[in-house]
């Protein structure tokens, strides 16, 4: 975003807080964050609000904004399919448009009354510009005459804590058993990883790493679906602050928590949270996805299925004709003139 000229008033290393308990300590931040955004909503030089995911925080600038005649465009809806029912109404209410990023997700809107449309996801977006395994390797001193597992521990600094000894304790284990295995660690963006191993190679470019790796281990998140777009057999672990864990079992409402598992409507990919993440019980489940067998086919047969019904790309573009559309109607964007130019508002 600020690539393209947008003016940040805090990045996502400020923003990238998940849980209950881990928010407190930044509830000062997201307190001056939100006066800053309401005073610019209140400004009245703002034409159209489109809030990003985040609902904690956006579906209070989005009320805000509508509240004060502001048109919103909401894209990626809150997963309340999950838990938080309520904020369904809540956002169908408050929002001109709803853009929502997973099949399943714009019938439950519709049903409370929202202008709701399945945009697409924006991983479909991604350009297709992952290098061949060959080149892959050579940049990443990998063999690719070798097996690849993947390991993606998270990207935020509370899931590195929880996941990355963990995750490298399941990767020896394999290579034990399997010496020719090689070990890539994903690294995200801005993120520095502290790995003493020198036989484990990090690895910035995930969606390479998951497109040539044999089998992969996965924290919860977006990661799971870009995975199951990859077609890579993988299995999914997630470890966070006890008293998170134990208000989530008693609030979420849905049986899996890996998007490939909501998707598919089944378990398709094995789900390890919190004290069942051991070791040894990752190193069960990842062992089959390493060979050629009947759970490996079956799960890659699965995989294939989540992708289909994903649909194709397109999600950024079906977005921006939903806020035109709005503004459209709103009496703040015209569409005029033979040559199809467009005349659009000062704001």
């Known amino acids: 975003m600020?690539?393209?000229?947008?003016?940040?008033?805090?990045?996502?290393?400020e923003l990238a807080v998940m849980g209950f308990v881990e928010v407190l300590s930044r509830l000062p931040f997201f307190w001056r964050l939100e006066r800053k955004v309401n005073a610019i909503l209140d400004s009245g030089r703002v034409?159209?609000?489109?809030?990003?995911?985040?609902?904690?925080?956006?579906?209070?600038?989005?009320?805000?904004?509508?509240?004060?005649?502001?048109?919103?465009?909401f894209y990626i809806a809150p997963q309340v399919w999950a838990w938080k029912a309520h904020r369904a109404e809540r956002l169908a209410r408050v929002a001109d448009r709803i853009a929502v990023i997973l099949p399943f997700e714009?019938?439950?809107?519709?049903?409370?009354?929202?202008?709701?449309?399945?945009?697409?996801?924006?991983?479909?977006?991604?350009?297709?510009?992952?290098?061949?395994?060959?080149?892959?390797?050579r940049q990443e001193g990998l063999d690719p005459a070798r097996p690849i597992l993947a390991i993606f521990p998270g990207s935020r600094a509370q899931e590195l804590r929880r996941h990355l000894t963990l995750f490298l304790d399941v990767a020896a284990r394999l290579r034990k058993r399997t010496p020719e295995l090689q070990v890539a660690l994903a690294q995200a963006p801005g993120v520095s990883l502290a790995n003493d191993d020198p036989s484990v190679r990090v690895v910035e470019d995930g969606?390479?790493?998951?497109?040539?790796?044999?089998?992969?281990?996965?924290?919860?998140?977006?990661?799971?679906?870009?995975?199951?777009?990859?077609g890579v057999p993988f299995v999914v672990a997630?470890?966070?602050h006890p008293l998170t864990f134990w208000l989530a079992r008693r609030l979420v409402q849905v049986e899996h928590v890996a998007l490939a598992n909501l998707v598919a409507g089944e378990e398709v990919v094995s789900e390890f949270l919190q004290d069942?993440?051991?070791?040894?019980?990752?190193?069960?489940?990842?062992?089959?996805?390493l060979e050629d067998g009947v759970e490996r086919s079956?799960?890659?047969?699965?995989?294939?299925?989540?992708?289909?019904?994903?649909?194709?790309?397109?999600?950024?573009?079906r977005v921006a004709e939903l806020v035109e559309d709005v503004l459209a109607e709103r009496g703040r964007w015209s569409r005029s003139g033979?040559?199809?130019?467009?005349?659009?508002?000062?704001?």
């Open 2 to 13: 600020r690539r393209e000229g947008m003016e940040l008033l805090a990045g996502l290393d």
């Open 47 to 73: 034409d159209l609000v489109l809030p990003i995911d985040y609902p904690g925080f956006n579906l209070r600038v989005a009320g805000r904004a509508h509240d004060r005649g502001v048109p919103v465009v």
């Open 106 to 137: 714009e019938e439950i809107f519709l049903r409370e009354g929202g202008r709701a449309e399945y945009v697409g996801h924006p991983l479909l977006d991604r350009r297709e510009d992952v290098p061949d395994r060959e080149t892959f390797c």
């Open 207 to 230: 969606r390479a790493l998951l497109r040539h790796a044999r089998a992969a281990l996965v924290k919860s998140g977006t990661t799971t679906l870009e995975a199951a777009l990859e």
């Open 238 to 240: 997630y470890r966070t």
């Open 276 to 289: 069942a993440a051991t070791p040894a019980a990752l190193v069960r489940a990842m062992e089959p996805l």
């Open 298 to 317: 079956r799960m890659q047969e699965a995989l294939a299925r989540v992708r289909e019904q994903m649909g194709g790309p397109g999600a950024a573009e």
């Open 338 to 347: 033979a040559d199809g130019s467009d005349r659009k508002g000062e704001g």
